[in-house]
């Protein structure tokens, strides 16, 4: 099992390098960036069925030792990182498959499928580490790779902007992540996870709330959680099967992972879990009003990113069960938003443009298309029956059940989860409508849009299946949950299990929100197809479009006060701190001639004579002291 | 062994009487050649040593040179001084291979080369001196032909800034030589090793304290710490490529070598007193690094001073390492010295090469788009400002990742609670660090060839062999040390753990 989850890794790894180092070649970086991956993810496979829902896994090697703080070079299998392990694999192949032909007329194409290949190398190093560090390393090169990838078209200022931001703002969560790791390694004595797992189980976790809090830090800057959020959106300037891979399938959900992987720190510290529903139910609610308003389609679907990993996080705040559940949002989720974006992308480039305004009645030119996408969005909005919806049904469930120490957080993510429901029935069936209904925009340069080339549909066709049917293993009565095992990297047995059917009163109400959402919708949009449902929001609108102007705060808060502070050091550095030497100087000057003239004229006698002097002094110090 | 401790030095010294026997001409390849020799007389070093106890002194030699000094000429080698010994005849070679066709070019390249190869003697001279007055004596050899090189070969304001640069470390060197006989006169010997096996027996806190303040003013002023660091930027900016290379690349860390071997090793309960000082100087440095950095980053600054700066912060991080006194934050802070050796020579070369080509090397002067107009140049910007930024996988991580698990936990006695608000400033430096370095990116690699207003950015040349021979290695070593730290560490930690007392 070790051996394949190491095998799943270092492939991608070894295209990326071989990608990099062909340089131009075409079909040799084509072969080398899809290859690897398929490879990889025949591995995954191999790791899936082959662990089955055994316990957790381990395989290490010493990487570096310092002090009693070994690193330790290795992967640790659990049913939770089996699972993610494939989901990352079958995106990144299907992404690499979609790159071959949407990428083609990319002049730095070789340089992108590289950088593809080399994040999900360090995507399934986070998956499958068996060391809190070498995890560390896997995230922080996922967040470089993002960087270069957002920054894929750096002729245009928004793909600049946006890659800084995107790098600048995880890195906000990731120091206090890298503080969190640090200081729960030195509590439990070794970065293993087991270790620190076993550590926590058997003594207890000193500073849980604080080391909990570091953490959490980090896992909202990376799955982009209210107020580290603002970087998601801007990173749409990247190509769209970039936006598919990392910003909605897999990088955005490691967040997600590591609480859940890390899962038995947070249990330890409850004000934290409902500090984390607080985050979810207002990333949620407020991303998915921001998506309303959104005319740019790329935008649309970040922001309903940034929601659904908000119920992911809702999820795991109401304790065990939802955890379970959130990771099922999380897998179902990966699928359909990789669908979603990768059909967004068909759709921009044959209309030409990310705007809604530019698009329209696409349903009998792009079939195809048409159907991925009602799939995607059927799966995103919660029709019963697709993936989605059984997954947010399991979330919303593990809320209603919620007791004790999770009351408080079960009755946040409930009501807001209900809320967000009806919110994003009304802002897909807005998208829905608008690209594919309705009358052809006149402004159109192109009247014979055909559907995409195959390379590009094969990947929407694999992804259609797991976004319609991945949802009905919760029926599988709590198979589900014995093969994510326990918090603790532990077996689950059958019996043991937690059921994640959907049931009961959330059902109900949840299926009436989407009615509403999205009938309310539809009736605003029958009224007048050419014009936008967004207009129901009024004056709000506008807020909601620039989503509440938190860029704004963020420039006033953070970036004005750190240009600020820089301009002062800068002038401090020459005209205070600088200052004392030269008036140091100056001094000396004025000692006297002979001072004076060795200092301004032959500064090389004036060494000489220092050195010697030195010397001397040392000499006749040392004369005394034997 | 011992006797290639001697050629390290020996094979420099002859050929710096060559270069005087050879036409000006060749003075820069002779240079270059006596570079490699030595660099590959270290290698041998390497199967050499006894990996099984690499926090034993190897290779030990002890002459007594001057009786009425008690001066020895002692030295060895352990796992602390290897890794700094083998960085420091690597960047030597690589400066003077890349020194052939640049400065040592022209007729004054006979005295450019004789000054480097001097330089490497002060260099190699102060990692294996086990003799305090030794050591000092190496120091010292080193100000010379740096005062040198800035002075003649440097740029701009060279004359002030050679100046500056000379009395400031010698000022910071005399407070040394007084803490070294301070250190004598309570101890009666000036040899290392057996004040390292003492290990501050025989002298009590208060007098440790005083010879830690003397020596560490000296160390601290060739580190450099916040607020003495201001000698930096001036002779950084002013310097030739090569001389920045070797001062940021090797000078800097003779001051964290001190700090390690004759602070916390001879003078433990003096390192203690001022250990949470020292912290505290050093995190403000990160952070006020950082900042001027930024400030360089706007209109008007200069990629040098900005490098520079960016030294001070990374140094700071070395100094709060060394400041938890515990086994782990002087690996970091011994494998952080060696990662900024690495990366900033490489950096300090990006620059040198632009100031070859374009005579300049102002940010907003040089232009954008670099990866269009010379791709490799590009990536090459890029990878250096990732590893400077301390992305895990490259070797900038693992020294910041260490010195913060030392001040997580720091040593018995020392302020917890003060470590960890010095953590939280420190994690405010690591967000501006990669802030800058991230805009230096955008400005140089970054954005479109040709303006919206029809001017355009002419290409560059790309890489040319011989930056390619002299620049990869470090690349390639950035990316070994990130990838698999114990080629560092393996040697470092146990030696670490013998200089702090533990059982050996």
Redo the contacts between chains.
Sequence with gaps: VNLFAALAIALPAAGSAIAFAGGRDLRHVRFWSVAPIAAALFATLVVQVAHGTGGASTSVTELAPAGGFTVWLGTRVTGLSALVGVLVAVVALCVQVFSLSYMKHERRYPTYAALISLFTAAMLLVVYSADLIVLLVGWEIMGACSYFLIGHFWERPDARSGSIKAFLVTKTGDVPFLFGIVALGVQAGSFRIDDVLRHVAADGLPYAPLIAVLLLCGAIGKSAQFPLHTWLPDAMAGPTPISALIHAATMVAAGVYVVALLYPVFLAAPGVMTLMAVIAAITMTGSALAAFAQTDIKKVLAYSTVSQLAYMLGGLAVGPAGRTAAVFHLLAHGAFKALLFLAAGVAIHRAGSNELSAMGGLRHRMPITFRAMTVGLCALVGVPLFSGWFSKEAVLGAAWNAQGQFAAAGGIVLVSGLLTVGLTAAYATRLWLKMFWGPFPEASPDDHRVEAPQTELVPLLVLSVPAALFGFVALGGGAFSSWIGGAFGQAVPLGARTDIAPAGATTLIALLMTALGAGGVWLVWRRNPAADPAAVLGPWRETALYAFYLDDVQDLVVVQPAKALARLVGFLDTEVVDAYVRGAGVGARGLGGLLRRLQTGNVQLYLTAMFTGVIVIAAVFAGRVR | MAALLVLLLIVPAAGLVTLYAVPSALAGRVGAAVGAAVFVLSLVLLPLFDYGHPGRMQGELDLRWVP???LHFHLGIDGISLPLLLLTTLLTALSLAYAVRTTARDESGRSFTALLLLLEIGMVGTFVALDL?LF?LFF?IVL?PM?GLI?RWGAGER?RA???F???T?LG??LM??GF?FI??KT?TFDMVELGRLHGAGMTASAQGAAFLLVGLGFAVKTPMW?LH??L?DAHTSAPTVGSVLLAGVLLKMGTYGFIRIGAGILPQGAHRYAFTLAAFGTVGIV?GA??C???A?RGGDLKRLIAYSSVGHMGFTLLGIATL???????ALFASVAHGLITGLLFFIAGGFKERLGTTDLYTIGR?L?ERARRYGVLVVFAA?ASLG???LAG??GE??A???A??PAAGLSTLGFHAL??VA??G???T??YL??VV?RL????VAGPSGDRYDPLPDLTRRELVSWTPLAGLTLVAGL???VI??LA?PA??RLLGGPR
């Design positions: 009425a000094f008690d007055l000092f010292e010379l005062y002075h004359r050679a100046n500056k000379i009395l400031y010698l060197s005399a030589l007084l006989l004598h006169a009666g607020p201001t000698w930027p006020y900042l001027a930024m400030a360089q706007r515990t086994q782990v934050g002087l690996d970091g788009g990866y990732m992305l895990p996988g991580f693992w990742l260490y913060l698990i030392g997580d936990r953590m939280a994690g405010l690591m967000i501006i990669a802030t991230l805009l955008r690699c970054m954005g479109a698999w730290p114990a560490l393996a930690d670490v753990h």
